[in-house]
């Protein structure tokens, strides 16, 4: 919970200061998320509706820096006769590289990571387990003018489940640009 305290202002500072400079955006988005674990031949899976809040600073036409609130929905499956809920939460900073491929569409990969709370539940009872670690993603951006940009994520998370990753949709706004 305290790295949790941490990032909230963390991202309000870093949202407060860019907004007042070109380049700073942000935005939202939803997607699919695959959730998957095998232990001991029992399996988990499931697609749940997830969504994201971002910011980012794009500091030149070929790199920026992001930061999202993610969370992947409520999986749910039974597992040996028991309803069994699985969903993540966390923030992420990344990297990001921009390639132009034309005036309107850039193709970007991001490189971070994460740090957030797997909730597991069981029979009514949650179980919370902090989850920090490395996060991948790539996706297409479309600038659909007024400072409206329109993009498609995918994400991929190192957890302790077997699979993690989301694919999506979303936009982003552009201020002073």
């Known amino acids: 919970m305290c790295k949790k305290l941490f990032w909230v202002p963390l991202m309000f500072l870093f949202a407060a200061t860019g907004a007042l400079a070109e380049g700073f955006y942000a935005g939202a988005g939803l997607g699919l998320t695959q959730i998957e674990d095998e232990d001991q031949g029992v399996s988990f899976e499931d697609n749940p509706l997830g969504w994201r809040l971002l910011a980012g600073y794009e500091l030149n036409e070929n790199f920026a820096l992001e930061g999202s609130y993610v969370n992947s929905g409520t999986a749910e499956d039974t597992v040996l006769g028991e309803n069994v809920e699985v969903e993540l939460s966390a923030f992420t900073f990344s990297a990001v590289g921009l390639l132009p491929v034309s005036d309107m569409v850039k193709v970007f990969g991001k490189l971070g990571f994460y740090s957030g709370e797997q909730e597991i539940t069981v029979q009514g009872i949650t179980l919370d387990?902090?989850?920090?670690?490395?996060?991948?993603?790539?996706?297409?951006?479309?600038?659909?003018?007024?400072?409206?940009?329109?993009?498609?994520?995918f994400d991929w998370f190192d957890t302790d489940l077997d699979t993690l990753w989301s694919v999506g949709v979303g936009f982003q706004y552009y201020f002073g640009k």
């Open 129 to 153: 387990d902090d989850e920090d670690g490395l996060t991948v993603g790539a996706g297409l951006r479309f600038d659909a003018g007024n400072n409206f940009v329109i993009r498609g994520d």
